[in-house]
């Protein structure tokens, strides 16, 4: 069933984007390593975390299992004692939306002896309960990551509006957008993914230009809520 749900998923975002390159990222909150490998198996190529500890788990069992080469992301906040354990394993983090994240990523980077790839995290909704920089300061932000030694900001991620009214939903996105577009003609070219869109509205995300959803239960149906 997963193989299928993922073969439905991807021929969807394939017609929705007109022949445009977007990639299906799998959210992997909960979700078992077999799962995972099914998932793999069946095409997918990129996997995203929200739980440090379930990242490293995972991805010790899928090494274990024999997974296929894919790409992990950090979808979720990352806090400073959990840094090495996700640079340890995620190839980008999704998530920086301060200074403080951003030096400390550096650092620890610089401590292991790799590079990595990052996306600022905006709050292009203007929500509270979100976590993200307020746009206005995102080039402050990539004008810092630029100084910063082992990171390269390689796009934006955002969380759509939290509501039914789509209008509303093409405006956080656009704005976000809008604002990759900005950063680019500033001087900050290696800034061209955008992640946005989950399993609710990433049609109206590919729409606005998205190159990476970010999805769970389509795939893996409904998780167990541990």
């Known amino acids: 069933m997963i193989s299928e749900r993922y073969q439905q998923l991807t021929a969807e975002v394939n017609e929705a984007s007109a022949g445009r390159d977007v990639r299906v990222l799998l959210a992997a909150k909960h979700q078992p390593a077999e799962k995972i490998m099914e998932a793999l198996q069946a095409g997918a190529t990129l996997l995203g975390h929200n739980i440090i500890q379930q990242l490293t788990a995972t991805e010790e069992?899928?090494?274990?299992?024999?997974?296929?080469?894919?790409?992990t992301h950090v979808i979720g906040h990352v806090q400073s004692n959990k840094a090495r354990a996700a640079l340890r394993h995620a190839h980008t983090i999704e998530?920086?939306?301060s200074a403080k994240t951003a030096r400390r990523l550096s650092t620890v980077s610089d401590d292991l002896g790799v590079d990595r790839n990052v996306f600022i995290q905006v709050n292009s909704a203007g929500a509270e309960s979100q976590f993200g920089i307020d746009p206005e300061d995102a080039k402050e932000l990539a004008d810092l990551i630029r100084s910063l030694p082992r990171l390269t900001l390689t796009g934006l991620m955002t969380i759509g509006a939290n509501t039914d009214n789509e209008t509303q939903i093409h405006t956080s996105f656009a704005l976000t957008r809008e604002?990759?577009?900005?950063?680019?003609?500033?001087?900050?070219?290696?800034?061209?993914?955008?992640?946005?869109g989950m399993s609710g509205d990433w049609r109206i995300?590919?729409?606005?230009?998205?190159?990476?959803?970010?999805?769970?239960?389509?795939?893996?149906?409904?998780?167990?809520?541990?």
């Open 205 to 226: 995300a590919v729409d606005e230009g998205s190159t990476i959803i970010r999805v769970g239960r389509q795939v893996f149906g409904e998780r167990d809520k541990a």
């Open 61 to 71: 069992a899928l090494a274990e299992l024999g997974a296929p080469e894919h790409e």
């Open 95 to 97: 998530t920086v939306d």
């Open 179 to 196: 604002l990759s577009e900005s950063l680019r003609a500033d001087g900050h070219d290696s800034c061209t993914e955008l992640s946005m």
